[in-house]
């Protein structure tokens, strides 16, 4: 591996940690603030401590496609998932269950094989202002249609948030090269559209993460994992050339690496903490009203039935 790959590798796990930490904080904050809209969340303070950390790991990103190719960059967001594991456990207060041990050690073997044939030279080829457009509005019709409303939107939001991640990372790859190309025209009108796409594609997958962890961080969690290099890498493949190394023994290798990688994410998103233990009913007896008002219809024992007093008999009330 070159001395270009392993700063790009070091960025990037450095840059999963922030994400992760970011996505449990997004967690935390939807879970307390379900249904809530958009201009709530930007009075939140603990919303733009989840922004700055997610802008943080995206620099940290942005840095790490200078020196590396999509292929090799993008498969190392999955190691998000395996930081999420342990830092979300902490924060919900309980321990790593086994299975969760065992999709951590999965997905890291399978990320292992994956780095073996993806890590190429340093990217020289980025997309042209059509390719860019091109991809750009493909993307954007994927995402509305997963976005409609239907059936299990934590999912389908999580998928399309994966998706606009994958797509600004191939277009940052494009304006980080141009920007630093000392040899070419600079920041020219084709690297500002870029941009601007870039980061409408940042802040649209940053809201749809959030609304996808509005049902729980594991399994959407996964799900952005998993999309997100898928579409990079597409375009890495098609469009930039960025091939694997070694051949068809190393894509043999890739696919076997991706196997284990998904396998470990699918029993990371298995797991689901069990039920917060349930607050004991107050006892009857504790207080004479709360006695009275606990007692359920039909259940009072049947008193008799009092008629007036009748002519010749004592002044007292007899039942029926």
């Known amino acids: 591996m070159s001395a270009a790959a392993l700063v790009a590798v070091a960025l990037s796990l450095v840059s999963a940690v922030a994400y992760a930490l970011a996505a449990v904080a997004q967690e935390r904050l939807a879970s307390r603030t379900a249904g809530a809209g958009l201009l709530r969340l930007l009075g939140n303070g603990a919303w733009w401590w989840a922004v700055g950390l997610n802008a943080a790991a995206a620099l940290l990103h942005v840095v790490a496609l200078k020196y590396g190719p999509l292929t090799l960059v993008q498969p190392l967001g999955a190691l998000t998932l395996v930081a999420a594991v342990p830092l979300g456990a902490q924060a919900a207060g309980r321990r790593v269950s086994p299975v969760e041990w065992r999709g951590t050690a999965l997905t890291l073997l399978g990320l292992a094989a994956l780095l073996v044939t993806a890590s190429g030279p340093a990217p020289e080829r980025v997309l042209s202002l059509p390719e860019a457009l091109a991809v750009a509005g493909t993307t954007a019709a994927a995402i509305g249609m997963l976005s409609r409303p239907g059936a299990r939107p934590g999912l389908r939001h999580a998928t399309a948030s994966g998706f606009a991640s994958g797509v600004a990372s191939a277009l940052t790859q494009t304006v980080t090269v141009a920007a630093t190309d000392r040899t070419g025209p600079g920041l020219g009108a084709e690297v500002i559209v870029v941009a601007v796409l870039v980061a409408a594609f940042a802040v649209g997958g940053l809201l749809l993460s959030q609304t996808a962890y509005r049902g729980g ?19 890495g493949l098609t469009l930039l050339g960025q091939g694997l190394q070694g051949g068809a023994g190393g894509v043999l290798l890739a696919l076997a690496g991706a196997v284990l990688a998904s396998w470990g994410v699918v029993l990371l998103t298995r797991v689901t903490p069990g039920p917060a233990p349930e607050a004991p009913a107050p006892e009857a007896d504790d207080h004479p009203v709360a006695a009275v008002l606990a007692l359920e219809p039909g259940t009072a024992t049947a008193e008799p039935a009092l008629v007036p007093r009748q002519p010749k008999q004592p002044g007292h009330l007899t039942a029926l």
Do not use: E, Q, S
């Not at 961080?217 to 375009?235: D, F, K, R, S, Y």
């Open 217 to 235: 961080l594991g399994a959407p969690l996964a799900v952005v994992t998993l999309a997100n290099p898928v579409a990079a890498a597409t375009i």
